[in-house]
């Protein structure tokens, strides 16, 4: 592998020059530059990973498209995402859709799919067609985050057992003895919080107790307050709420402090995924926490792995193939119990 | 690979419709759009928006630089910005730098200054000749929130009013009667939120008050929590908790709860800028609110303007001119009242 000092002494110039040259800066003559390139040629220099992509017209970023930025998973998520990609020389760029299919589509086209090596999706908000033509350009997308890994979406992508997560959400509501729980999901019902719910359903089903209420909302900290409140005008006699997520499970601990019910004594409540908000809450949330750094870190290395196999380009994304799609599945979510759970008040 | 002139004569359209309907720019009607993303899909063409790009020295898109994209508030302030930017129909590329000037730099080098028509830095960690670097490379720089209007940083930018969103804070304590209050500063003594302190030092001065004590933490919640024990263990008389930003005020509110004490009954606590948190704290913080919106309109539209006048290029930043260096000043920071601030308890 022959150095940029080399490729200097060979074009006769200073390995500044070199360096400016691939970097499309500074001001260098045409005919040095062409003696640059060509020294660059003949000896095969590989420049760095930046260099060559501004070289090339690449820029050396992966893209990560986030549905809200305002939710604060996100931006935990896109710092993990960016240590990893740190690592092979990249740069994220985010670009945030606003959970629009529309704005997704038009980032893919004009920004992601165009200016990065990869993008990452950490939604299943755009259309998977889009998500297919950006492929068959011959950018890789990696789903990060999907929901349920024994329904593979037919791109790449790194699958979370979220029912599980639901599971043993339900599973430690029942332990401590509640019987009357009720659940906000904070998606539609067929929306990407169903698998979260499910393993709820199972949990309950399972050890043979009622099913209880259920209220669909916004993934929110206020949409979880709004159900809260809701389903306890409902029913007044509910121990424990179960969110599909630690937003509304926040929403579901200030809608208590309102009510004056003390949380755990009055009100139990649990919450899928350990953001930095759950242990920062007063009374730190009980959650199900997603190995949200191993999952950036699976994702990143999938989409690098894609990116140097040209995986999607030509044949393979014009006719997919399921069997080749990669899917890469994370360690398992694990139950986080912290303050905010505990055993149900005396009826 | 087709050109941009045979989709247009494809599809029966001028070649700056294609343009437009790939940009999503200008009016085109959506009968023309399909025809024209029929052409394009027909022919297989690719927009190479990244070569173009790089040729023209420019993307339609806007590079926003934050420092901390884990701290709540520059999710909110990208939220805002995209709404302003998509005014325009540029699309915001998110750069987060996380406090590291050098990862500033490498940002500014190869992504935000190459692939974008203009930058927008939310923070003063970069290292300022970075920034001029940029400018003179011919593209426009706005700093977003220059915390000192009466000391311009000889960068275009949009200044808002901190000294006096700190001293709004001090004067209200003041007049619900604290006279012990404590002070947690978000940055180093000289840092970013020196002007946010000087503005409370100047109501307790104005007032006649002691200045009491200050503790320099990091700009988290926890940095607060952690900044509001040491100030109770030092002195426990202190009856209020002044922040020059939110999350140490929300730190600092945790910290009662986990020492007992009842806020605002026993510790009153504000902060300074009005995040979302501090409306869905629970009790809801008192804050001085700074104009968020406000300000990213006004830095999306001053960068504009830059990039349309084609300012900071050829000779003008190679002598900047202190006088022609734009600063736009937003609507003053306001008190909004809640439930974090009233009498300090008797002695």
């Not at 390139?37 to 992509?53: I, S, T």
């Not at 630690?246 to 409540?269: C, I, K, Q, R």
């Amino acid at each position: 592998m022959p150095t940029l000092n080399e490729v200097a002494r060979h074009a006769g110039v200073t390995p500044a020059t070199v360096s400016n040259v691939l970097r499309n800066r500074g001001r260098v003559g045409e005919t040095t530059r062409q003696r640059v390139l060509e020294a660059v040629a003949a000896l095969g220099y590989r420049p760095h990973l930046a260099a060559r992509a501004l070289a090339e017209g690449r820029a050396p970023t992966l893209a990560l498209m986030v549905s809200s930025i305002a939710n604060p998973f996100y931006p935990e998520f896109a710092l993990a995402v960016e240590r990893a990609a740190r690592t092979s020389g990249h740069f994220v760029i985010i670009c945030n859709t606003n959970e629009d299919p529309l704005t997704g589509r038009a980032y893919l086209d004009q920004i992601a799919g165009t200016l990065s090596e990869g993008v990452l999706v950490t939604n299943a908000n755009l259309d998977f067609a889009d998500l297919h033509t950006t492929e068959a350009r011959g950018t890789p997308v990696v789903l990060c985050m999907w929901e349920r890994p024994h329904e593979p979406p037919g791109l790449p992508c790194v699958a979370v057992d979220f029912r599980l997560a639901g599971e043993l959400a339900g599973q430690h509501l029942l332990a401590l003895g509640h019987r009357r729980i009720g659940a906000i999901v904070g998606s539609k019902a067929t929306g990407v919080h169903a698998a979260r719910y499910q393993g709820f359903v199972d949990a309950l089903h399972a050890a043979g107790a009622p099913k209880g209420r259920v209220k669909h909302a916004l993934d929110t900290i206020q949409g979880g307050y709004t159900a809260t409140r809701a389903l306890l005008d409902a029913d007044p006699t509910i121990t424990a709420i179960f969110a599909t997520n630690d937003l509304p499970a926040l929403g579901a601990m200030h809608a208590a402090a309102d009510l004056g019910l003390s949380v755990p004594g009055e009100l139990s409540v649990i919450g899928i995924t350990d953001i930095q908000l759950a242990r920062e809450s007063r009374p730190a949330l009980t959650t199900v926490a997603v190995p949200t750094v191993e999952v950036a870190g699976l994702a990143v290395s999938l989409l690098r792995e894609l990116i140097e196999s040209s995986y999607g380009q030509a044949g393979k994304a014009a006719a997919p193939d399921a069997v080749t799609v990669p899917m890469r599945i994370s360690s398992p979510p694990e139950l986080v119990v912290r303050a905010s759970t505990g055993v149900p008040r005396s009826p």
